[in-house]
């Protein structure tokens, strides 16, 4: 079947931590290619540290993309999708490079004692709220991917989960 769109040009990750700030850093995944006649288990993570993440693509479908992780301590709780900038331009061959790119946004579950810890109540209560938030941003994210390009959900006015800082 004939693609009608080209894939993303740039497919990056934004892992943002459990700790209220906010992580700017973008990495560059390895991408690995699996087709419907692959074996699931090559799926599967090889060690304990490799984490995995599954973009469901279809150029042919006007679904949009989705991405699951099948990782143990990471979870995806967003994909953007934005204009790649610097591609617009033609590639050697003459086609026309695709003009967007993937941000598969994420989270890492934390290994923390929380009874060693001194906070304040505070501290303790916009913790508690972030978590929260990136929650419900994980809970709602395929549903939220089907209404517009970007997934970004922060807390509302009248929202519990929204901070007055």
Same mark, same amino acid.
């Given at each position: 079947?004939?693609?009608?769109?080209?894939?993303?040009y740039?497919?990056?990750?934004?892992?943002?931590?459990?700790?209220?700030?906010?992580?700017?850093?973008?990495?560059?995944?390895?991408?690995?290619y699996?087709?419907? &006649? &692959?074996s699931?288990?090559s799926?599967?993570p090889?060690?304990?540290?490799?984490?995995?993440?599954?973009? &469901?693509?279809?150029?042919?479908?006007?679904?949009?993309?989705?991405?699951?992780?099948?990782?143990?301590n990471?979870?995806v709780?967003?994909?953007?999708?934005? &204009?790649?900038?610097?591609?617009?331009?033609?590639?050697?061959?003459?086609?026309?490079?695709?003009?967007?790119m993937?941000i598969?946004?994420?989270t890492?579950?934390?290994?923390?004692?929380?009874?060693?810890?001194?906070k304040s109540?505070?501290a303790?209560?916009?913790?508690?709220?972030?978590?929260?938030a990136?929650?419900?941003?994980?809970?709602?994210?395929?549903e939220?991917?089907?209404?517009?390009?970007?997934?970004?959900?922060?807390?509302?006015?009248?929202?519990?989960?929204?901070?007055?800082?």
């Amino acid at each position: 079947m004939a693609s009608n769109k080209p894939p993303p040009y740039y497919i990056l990750f934004s892992n943002s931590s459990l700790s209220p700030a906010p992580s700017a850093t973008l990495g560059h995944p390895t991408i690995q290619y699996h087709y419907a &006649d &692959d074996s699931p288990l090559s799926l599967l993570p090889q060690h304990p540290q490799e984490h995995v993440l599954l973009l &469901d693509y279809d150029p042919s479908s006007s679904a949009p993309p989705t991405v699951k992780s099948i990782s143990k301590n990471m979870s995806v709780t967003g994909l953007k999708i934005e &204009d790649a900038p610097g591609v617009a331009a033609v590639d050697e061959g003459g086609a026309k490079r695709a003009e967007k790119m993937f941000i598969i946004e994420t989270t890492m579950l934390e290994n923390r004692n929380a009874d060693h810890e001194d906070k304040s109540p505070h501290a303790i209560l916009t913790e508690f709220k972030h978590k929260n938030a990136i929650l419900r941003r994980g809970l709602v994210y395929p549903e939220t991917s089907k209404a517009g390009s970007t997934t970004n959900l922060s807390p509302t006015r009248n929202s519990p989960l929204r901070s007055d800082g």
